[in-house]
């Protein structure tokens, strides 16, 4: 796989708008791998996708404002610290971390994808190619 993107949906705070997006998504043949939403400050919901543009498609379908953003992928060890070690890592090189998702996790590994606003530093930091 060449790269992960992150879609960051729009809504509006009624029910159903998370249902209406989702149903798109599935209908356009795309399966959610991760997702976060949070309704109360600003309704929204950021999705990672196995089909990039088949997602593209269902939400200009349904007319949903939406951005997205290349996520980084990185594997820590699945050990207690490892995921504070690592945030501690980027904050500390003053780089703000804007998503993040834990998208698998094995017994002595977890694969993690994130967005931050400085990939170019943040890939050389953690040597990632992708």
Known sequence: RRYMMEFTIELTDEPGQLAEVTEAI????????????????????????????ATKVSL?????????????LHTLQHRPGALAEFTRKIADANINLNSFYIMHMEETTAEIAFTVDNVKLVREMFEISN
């Open 26 to 53: 599935a209908a356009g043949g795309a399966n959610i791998l991760g997702a976060a939403a949070i309704g109360k400050a600003r309704p929204a919901v950021a999705l990672v996708v196995d089909d990039e543009e």
């Open 60 to 72: 200009d379908e349904i007319n949903a404002k939406f951005s997205t953003n290349q996520l980084l």
